[in-house]
């Protein structure tokens, strides 16, 4: 299974971007669906979530620049990105994850590089 996600690029500090992640849809519905981080030589991060229900989380180091937000009819998930800073820059991975039959399953996007530079 293959999630496809997109709207990555190179923006100015202070500008934004939106991140779009489309999945299947008999795994969108019943999944948490997240989107994560990581810059080379580091750990990937958790930058924010979105449960089936519409419950979000941000983590700390982007709340109130990044809002999550997912569009059930469109099977998509979205990361609105604003007043972006250099250390943004990462590749950004959209992730599904949800339990079936008593077990977890998680699943991956490709990744898009988001670049902030002046």
């Known amino acids: 299974v293959q999630l496809q996600a997109s709207g990555g690029g190179l923006v100015q500090p202070g500008g934004s971007l939106r991140l779009s992640c489309a999945a299947p849809?008999?795994?969108?519905?019943?999944?948490?669906m997240s989107w994560y981080r990581q810059d080379p030589g580091k750990q990937r991060e958790l930058v924010a979530h979105?449960?089936?229900?519409?419950?979000?989380y941000a983590a700390d180091s982007v709340k109130g620049r990044f809002t999550i937000s997912r569009d059930n009819a469109k099977n998509t998930v979205y990361l609105q990105m604003n007043s972006l800073k250099p250390e943004d820059t990462a590749v950004y991975y959209c992730n599904a994850a949800r339990i079936r039959s008593g077990a977890p399953l998680s699943y991956w996007g490709q990744g898009t590089q988001v670049t902030v530079s002046s």
């Open positions: 979105i449960t089936s229900g519409g419950t979000t």
């Open positions: 849809g008999s795994i969108f519905s019943s999944s948490v």
